[in-house]
């Protein structure tokens, strides 16, 4: 059930840290591992995805956002898109600006739709991206800085369309090894001074770029595997992770992080996690 308040329609998001206000995400009703399109749901194609599981952990994530004071919109789910549940590919919030993908992959090309149709019956404005591929997690937004990652699912043509719409940003195209899929894979802004980050899938000149900005916390090849980078952070240096990435965890934890852990195992077979399962349309504040 969507919550209508004095911000109904403003859409804002200038970090990943901001506090979350307002969020869409989707049920994993008809979530299963159709065709391989990475790493983790090679490994899980044959065990397949317990949907019963799978929703029963996703309420508990809505409800731990619904708890932090966080509004939460599900986006009506369909049985032709089993990977609707990661919200945040099919649009991201940019500044003010809402934009609508332009999804690569067959598997997932109509998602954008939905989420299309959501924002007009809600009064919403938006920016259609046609033509040039693009990906949320390819997308992380830091201040007047947008890092777009370089994949599969994610051209130049994107970064130079956004560059054009957004004058007032700097927008940094960031290539890493596409095995991993999305750049939130690889790397995720949590505060104003730290990063996480799987070095191995970056140029060592953006590790070094990345390193002048924040203080890095290295994620490990088995963290990586399980989605480390990949939290969520809801504001005032709150942080979604899994319990089973125990260093990542603790290494935010020594930082000043509150780490919230919730267990979204079986949702993450298909190769997400907690920012792949959120699209934020407004966050409020002045950093973490």
């Known amino acids: 059930m969507t919550v209508h308040s004095e911000i109904e329609h403003k859409t804002a998001c200038f970090t990943e840290y901001d506090t979350l206000k307002r969020v869409i995400l989707c049920q994993p009703q008809y979530m299963t591992i159709r065709d391989v399109i990475n790493e983790t749901q090679k490994k899980f194609k044959d065990e397949g995805i317990h949907i019963a599981t799978a929703l029963e952990q996703h309420e508990n994530f809505v409800r731990t956002l619904r708890e932090n004071n966080v509004e939460v919109i599900l986006l009506p789910y369909h049985k032709k898109y089993?990977?609707?549940?990661?919200?945040?590919?099919?649009?991201?919030?940019?500044?003010?600006?809402?934009?609508?993908?332009?999804?690569?992959?067959?598997?997932?090309?109509?998602?954008?739709?939905?989420?299309?149709?959501?924002?007009?019956?809600?009064?919403?404005?938006?920016?259609?991206?046609?033509?040039?591929?693009?990906?949320?997690?390819?997308?992380?937004?830091?201040?007047?800085?947008?890092?777009?990652?370089?994949?599969?699912?994610?051209?130049?043509?994107?970064?130079?369309?956004?560059?054009?719409?957004?004058?007032?940003?700097?927008?940094?195209?960031?290539?890493?090894?596409?095995?991993?899929?999305?750049?939130?894979?690889?790397?995720?802004?949590?505060?104003?001074?730290?990063?996480?980050?799987?070095?191995?899938?970056?140029?060592?000149?953006?590790?070094?770029?990345?390193?002048?900005?924040?203080?890095?916390?290295?994620?490990?090849?088995?963290?990586?595997?399980?989605?480390?980078?990949?939290?969520?952070?809801?504001?005032?240096?709150?942080?979604?992770?899994?319990?089973?990435?125990?260093?990542?965890?603790k290494q935010l934890r020594d930082r000043g992080f509150e780490v919230i852990e919730v267990d979204i195992t079986e949702i993450i077979k298909s190769g997400g996690s907690f920012r792949c399962c959120t699209l934020p349309i407004l966050r409020e504040g002045n950093g973490a």
């Open 82 to 249: 089993p990977e609707q549940v990661f919200t945040r590919d099919i649009g991201f919030t940019l500044g003010e600006t809402v934009f609508v993908a332009d999804m690569a992959s067959d598997v997932r090309q109509g998602e954008e739709n939905v989420l299309r149709q959501w924002l007009e019956d809600e009064g919403f404005s938006y920016y259609n991206i046609v033509g040039d591929n693009i990906e949320g997690g390819d997308v992380i937004i830091d201040g007047k800085t947008i890092y777009v990652g370089l994949s599969d699912r994610t051209n130049q043509k994107a970064v130079d369309h956004i560059s054009k719409v957004l004058a007032g940003f700097d927008v940094r195209a960031i290539p890493f090894t596409e095995t991993y899929l999305h750049l939130d894979c690889v790397f995720n802004v949590v505060s104003p001074e730290v990063a996480l980050i799987f070095p191995e899938a970056l140029t060592e000149e953006d590790i070094k770029f990345f390193g002048s900005r924040y203080e890095l916390i290295e994620v490990s090849k088995e963290e990586q595997f399980t989605l480390g980078t990949n939290v969520l952070s809801i504001g005032n240096k709150r942080i979604l992770s899994l319990p089973v990435n125990k260093g990542v965890n």
